[in-house]
Structures are given as structure tokens and as C-alpha cells.
Nanobody
């Protein structure tokens, strides 16, 4: 089973940028779609972005389109989330997750993903 570790979170001001990383160990991520989710206090975990196993296709929730970019480096077994023009409403714990099965397109539901990292906190002040 793959172990995922997120990093790159922090406290920033509105308008700033951050790049989150999701590093995998124990198994290659190469054949698996990966998603980023976030969870704000008192709210359910929500889909942010996903990328296919090959990196050829990406998807985003509407609120981050044009501001966030998901990418992957399969040689480094790592997936990234570049976040720009951050807003206070982006404040949350961000999680990465890999799909249950290889070579399948990513879903947008929590249940579409099987392995999760521990999360990294992103706080955006106004």
C-alpha cells in the first residue's frame, strides 16, 4: 500500500502563493490518478483537483479554476498543487489521495480514493 505525505502548507496573506507536495512511498504512484481535497473546520472534506495517472488530464472544482494547478512528476513519485491568488476561503487542511485502482480516471468523491495522506494546513489571512 502506498503512503502519502503532504508538505508545503503554511500561513500566508491573501494574494500569495503556495506549492503543496504529495510524496509517495511504499508503492509507485505512476499508474494511479491522484486527487487533492481540503477540509475547513466544521465542513466536509471537499474535492479540489485531480490528475490522471499519465498527467494528460486534470480537473478542478470551480472555486479554484484559474488559480490552482495540479501536476505530477512520476519519476519523483510526487504530485503537486500550485496555488496562486490565495483567498481566506482557501483556508483548510489539504489532503492528497490516490485512486483505488490503477489506470482509471479520477473521480471527485472522497470514496473514489483509497490512500490518504495526513494533511497539511493552509491558512490564508486577509
Amino acid at each position: 500500500q502506498v503512503q502519502l505525505v503532504e508538505s508545503g502548507g503554511g500561513l500566508v496573506q491573501a494574494g500569495d502563493s503556495l506549492r503543496l507536495s504529495c510524496a509517495a512511498s511504499g508503492r509507485t504512484l505512476k499508474a494511479f490518478a491522484v486527487g487533492w481535497f481540503r477540509q475547513a473546520p466544521g465542513k466536509e472534506r471537499e474535492f479540489v483537483a485531480a490528475i490522471t495517472w499519465s498527467g494528460s488530464s486534470t480537473s478542478y472544482t470551480d472555486s479554484v479554476k484559474g488559480r490552482f494547478t495540479i501536476s505530477r512528476d512520476n519519476d519523483k513519485n510526487t504530485v503537486y498543487l500550485q496555488m496562486t491568488s490565495l483567498k481566506p476561503e482557501d483556508t483548510a487542511v489539504y489532503y492528497c489521495a490516490s485512486a483505488h485502482f490503477p489506470l482509471r480516471p479520477p473521480g471527485k468523491e472522497v470514496t473514489d480514493f483509497g490512500s490518504w495522506g495526513q494533511g497539511t494546513q493552509v491558512t490564508v489571512s486577509s
